[in-house]
T-cell receptor, first 108, second 114 residues
């Protein structure tokens, strides 16, 4: 069965500190992986996807197939990064499976 | 606003009543998804359409739930004989199918069943 886990419900870091949001998945094939973000009072929106290998707002995520992980990282957190972050998995052409989310709080 | 829209934004109903939600996707998007989100959880997939065809339904979608997308544009999600456990945020998303599919989410409809 497809499953996404995010072990931390809440992660608090100070401004300027590195941040890593953990995501692990279970799927027998080769899924596509995503990070979605929801800022306060805004809609859920795509942050980045693994196949694009891009950095968005200073965030990067590397797919580790051996560890079945897709952790989200940023070297220097900013207060505006405070939001709810969801890791999601999609077997190609099929439905999306979301993790439970991690609330990131960046303290001044 | 050319984004995904959902109506109503809030719905309060009594147990046993039927409710219907509407989603208007981004106009050129051929795929439309429905999700349910409860407190402290991520969105849970319910069903999705490609054009007017309903291609997949989750086992979460009991026979009290039905979704339609009659002309491949807007979609409706109906819940019959609502139960208190149906209280949740119902999210709609749309996308263009393809290798770099990106889902664009609507603001959601919050349902409270009393």
């Amino acid at each position: 069965a497809q499953r996404v886990t995010q072990p931390e419900k809440l992660l608090s870091v100070f401004k300027g500190a590195p941040v890593e949001l953990k995501c692990n998945y279970s799927y027998s094939g080769s899924p596509e992986l995503f990070w979605y973000v929801q800022y306060s009072r805004q809609r859920l929106q795509l942050l980045l996807r693994h196949i694009s290998r891009e950095s968005i707002k200073g965030f990067t995520a590397d797919l580790n197939k051996g560890e079945t992980s897709f952790h989200l990282k940023k070297p220097f957190a900013q207060e505006e990064d405070s939001a709810m972050y969801y890791c999601a998995l999609s077997p190609y052409g099929q439905n999306f499976v979301f993790g439970p989310g991690t609330r990131l709080s960046v303290l001044p | 606003d050319t984004g995904v829209s959902q109506n109503p934004r809030h719905k309060i109903t009594k147990r046993g009543q039927n409710v219907t939600f509407r989603c208007d996707p981004i106009s050129e998007h051929n795929r439309l998804y429905w999700y349910r989100q409860t407190l402290g959880q991520g969105p849970e997939f319910l069903t999705y359409f490609q054009n007017e065809a309903q291609l997949e339904k989750s086992r979460l979608l009991s026979d009290r739930f039905s979704a339609e997308r009659p002309k491949g544009s807007f979609s409706t999600l109906e819940i019959q004989r609502t139960e208190q456990g149906d209280s949740a945020m119902y999210l709609c998303a749309s996308s263009i199918s393809g290798s770099k599919e990106t889902q664009y989410f609507g603001p959601g409809t919050r349902l409270l069943v009393l």
